[in-house]
């Protein structure tokens, strides 16, 4: 199996959990969408969306789940200058750009614009903090059922000494700390990036450099740059398992459709 070309998009699942958990709307919502119409699973829940940049919304209008009746459905978007979550949303599902507006979807729909802070869900936990990229973009952490998840499909670690970079290594570091998953933006090599600094990207030995000694147990590497082929890819894994595998229960690049099963 290959690594896959959709876009941002991840179900968290949890025994006790009554809703559907989902980050981000990027295409791979909709094979998502397909999966939880045929399993018959609960059509209500929330969807946490990083930032509004098209790949982590085009399988907006494809999933099948909101065009049920029975649909219910938060939609949290970090907040952005000068726009709602509903203006964004709206402008991105104009009639201009795609055949289905917001007002032809069936199910009930709430969209709210998130700050950096703790929000508490009852059944989980999220809390965000401001990443870097090139427009406000969260970091999502998940506590759910003891376990922590951290979500980061979009954020350039810093390669310099200035005092805000410092700053933010420390806060994310802390983040960060002991969490059960991380998932996270690598989408370059070291000489790929030097060519893309300030694109709000990371390469992935700066990644592994500032995670090392975060005590994280499984690491997936994210957002993997469409000129890298599958065999590139591959030789990447296998680099980074040869040279971390000591250090992380698990580390390896995120695939299509990857399920993941927390002990």
């Not at 989902?22 to 119409?37: A, E, H, P, Q, S």
């Not at 289905?100 to 998130?114: F, G, Y």
């Not at 999502?140 to 499909?153: G, H, L, N, S």
């Not at 595998?245 to 299509?256: F, G, K, M, N, P």
Request: with cysteine; charged share 20%; net charge negative.
């Amino acid at each position: 199996m290959g690594f896959g070309g959709n876009t941002s998009c991840v179900q968290i699942s949890a025994t006790h959990l009554n809703e559907l958990l989902v980050l981000d709307c990027g295409t791979g919502i909709r094979n998502l969408g397909n999966d939880i119409i045929q399993r018959k699973e609960t059509l209500r829940g929330h969807i946490f969306l990083t930032h509004p940049h098209w790949d982590h919304l085009q399988g907006f209008g494809f999933f099948k789940p909101f065009y049920r009746p029975d649909g219910n459905f938060n939609l949290h978007l970090t907040s952005q200058p000068g726009l709602s979550c509903n203006e964004i949303l709206q402008g991105h599902f104009s009639n201009t750009f795609f055949p289905v507006t917001l007002d032809m979807l069936s199910a009930e729909m709430k969209c709210t614009s998130i700050e950096e802070g703790v929000y508490d869900f009852g059944e989980f936990v999220v809390e965000m903090m401001w990443g870097r990229h090139t427009i406000p973009t969260g970091i999502f952490k998940v506590i759910i059922e003891d376990k922590v998840i951290v979500y980061a499909p979009d954020n350039e670690l810093p390669h310099d000494n200035s005092e805000n970079s410092k700053t933010f290594i420390v806060k994310f570091q802390a983040f960060i700390q002991g969490a059960d998953v991380l998932i996270h933006d690598a989408q370059y090599n070291l000489e790929e990036y030097k060519q893309r600094e300030g694109w709000g990207h990371t390469n992935w030995e700066k990644l592994l450099e500032l995670t090392k000694d975060s005590q994280i147990k499984q690491l997936y590497l994210t957002h993997h740059d469409p000129d890298n082929s599958d065999v590139d890819l591959q030789i990447r894994c296998d680099q980074i398992q040869a040279e971390y595998e000591s250090v992380y229960e698990l580390v390896t690049l995120a695939r299509d459709e990857m399920v993941v099963e927390l002990p």
